[in-house]
């Protein structure tokens, strides 16, 4: 059987990048909506009721909208907005982190795809506070540097447009109320809200983010070998998983790993962790594609998920 696939607002950063990845899929059938009807409420409608998944990627409020303009009971949907990232009634599509998740994205007849950021903290923090090395009333920081790509058309066009001039290192995000909040908060099982500093650099895709801990505050001190064990534990035990964590060295203080755009055009995710035990202080760090797990890459998974099929189709690891 071919599925019909719609992607509301195919010719965005992430709709694009979809398309490029089902391309040749034939499995699938990808319906499209002709350019001079991009804006015609009725048209939208017919298609996304016409579709066995439609892939929304799209502002928040034009989400809302394409969800209320389906009108069956069939249709399934993978929301690339942040407008459901923590409706219970919606999965969350980060198929890694819990061992149910993927099964719950399978699943499911709504799935939110998470957004970039959240993905380093939860896949980090969430493992460790699982394994009560971490208390989730401790006060997490976040921090991190991503391509100019995760900042939506008028930060690509005001980069592209600025060339050589184009600021290398731009924090964002300073008062404190950036959109991805809300499901880093719910989804890493934090009890109140992490300090979040995200970066943009200058260059088009990938991110590397780090996650700050003084392991000096806490009662019981866990070692940098227990954190790392802690996590990769929590990875082994998911099936089809993208996300793999580097082995532990102690003794590392520099490496091309940690390069932002280490895994562009793959949808692999790279943890570490970096620890001084002497100090009780450690690290832990993330590096993704922001366009490919951060984005259409999970959507894709997801999206195999959904139809049954190898969660690695159409995906580079």
């Given at each position: 059987?071919?599925?019909?696939?719609?992607?509301?607002?195919?010719?965005?950063?992430?709709?694009?990048?979809?398309?490029?990845?089902?391309?040749?899929?034939?499995?699938?059938?990808?319906l499209?909506?002709?350019?001079?009807?991009?804006?015609?409420?009725?048209?939208r409608?017919?298609?996304?009721?016409?579709?066995?998944?439609?892939?929304?990627?799209?502002?928040?409020?034009?989400?809302?909208?394409?969800?209320?303009l389906?009108?069956?009971?069939?249709?399934?949907?993978?929301?690339?907005s942040?407008?459901?990232?923590?409706?219970?009634?919606?999965?969350?599509?980060?198929?890694?982190m819990?061992?149910?998740q993927?099964?719950?994205?399978?699943?499911a007849?709504?799935?939110?795809?998470?957004?970039?950021?959240?993905?380093?903290?939860?896949?980090?923090?969430?493992?460790?506070?699982?394994?009560?090395?971490?208390?989730?009333?401790?006060?997490?920081?976040?921090n991190?540097?991503?391509?100019?790509?995760?900042?939506g058309?008028?930060?690509?066009?005001?980069?592209?447009?600025?060339?050589?001039?184009?600021?290398?290192?731009?924090?964002?995000?300073?008062?404190?109320?950036?959109?991805?909040?809300?499901?880093?908060?719910?989804?890493?099982?934090?009890?109140?809200?992490?300090?979040?500093?995200?970066t943009?650099?200058?260059f088009?895709?990938?991110?590397?983010?780090f996650?700050?801990?003084?392991?000096?505050?806490?009662?019981t001190?866990?070692?940098?070998?227990?954190?790392h064990?802690?996590?990769?534990?929590?990875?082994a035990?998911?099936?089809?998983?993208?996300?793999?964590?580097?082995?532990?060295?102690?003794?590392?203080?520099?490496?091309?790993?940690?390069?932002?755009?280490?895994?562009?055009?793959?949808?692999?995710?790279?943890?570490?962790?970096?620890?001084?035990?002497?100090?009780?202080?450690?690290?832990?760090?993330?590096?993704?594609?922001?366009?490919?797990?951060?984005?259409?890459?999970?959507?894709?998974q997801?999206?195999?998920?959904?139809?049954?099929?190898?969660?690695?189709?159409?995906?580079?690891?």
């Amino acid at each position: 059987m071919v599925a019909k696939i719609f992607i509301d607002g195919e010719a965005g950063t992430t709709g694009l990048q979809i398309r490029e990845r089902l391309a040749g899929r034939r499995d699938l059938e990808v319906l499209s909506i002709a350019q001079d009807k991009r804006k015609d409420q009725d048209e939208r409608k017919r298609l996304l009721n016409a579709a066995d998944v439609a892939i929304l990627c799209l502002p928040d409020d034009a989400a809302r909208e394409s969800v209320s303009l389906i009108e069956n009971d069939t249709t399934r949907v993978i929301d690339a907005s942040t407008a459901f990232r923590v409706d219970p009634d919606w999965a969350y599509g980060f198929a890694e982190m819990d061992k149910g998740q993927g099964e719950a994205i399978a699943n499911a007849r709504f799935v939110a795809n998470p957004g970039c950021w959240p993905q380093g903290l939860i896949g980090t923090v969430r493992p460790l506070i699982e394994a009560g090395l971490l208390p989730a009333d401790y006060a997490v920081s976040y921090n991190g540097i991503s391509g100019y790509t995760g900042g939506g058309k008028q930060m690509i066009s005001e980069y592209e447009a600025a060339g050589e001039g184009a600021s290398h290192f731009m924090p964002y995000g300073l008062t404190f109320q950036h959109k991805h909040v809300p499901e880093m908060t719910l989804y890493t099982g934090l009890a109140s809200a992490p300090l979040f500093v995200p970066t943009v650099g200058d260059f088009a895709q990938g991110m590397t983010t780090f996650v700050p801990l003084q392991l000096g505050q806490l009662g019981t001190v866990p070692s940098g070998k227990q954190l790392h064990a802690a996590i990769a534990d929590h990875y082994a035990g998911i099936r089809d998983s993208f996300v793999t964590v580097a082995p532990f060295d102690a003794a590392l203080g520099k490496t091309p790993a940690l390069d932002p755009q280490a895994h562009n055009g793959t949808n692999t995710m790279t943890l570490h962790v970096f620890a001084n035990d002497s100090r009780a202080q450690a690290v832990l760090v993330a590096v993704y594609d922001n366009l490919g797990k951060g984005a259409s890459g999970a959507a894709v998974q997801n999206l195999n998920l959904m139809l049954g099929v190898s969660a690695r189709e159409s995906l580079a690891a």
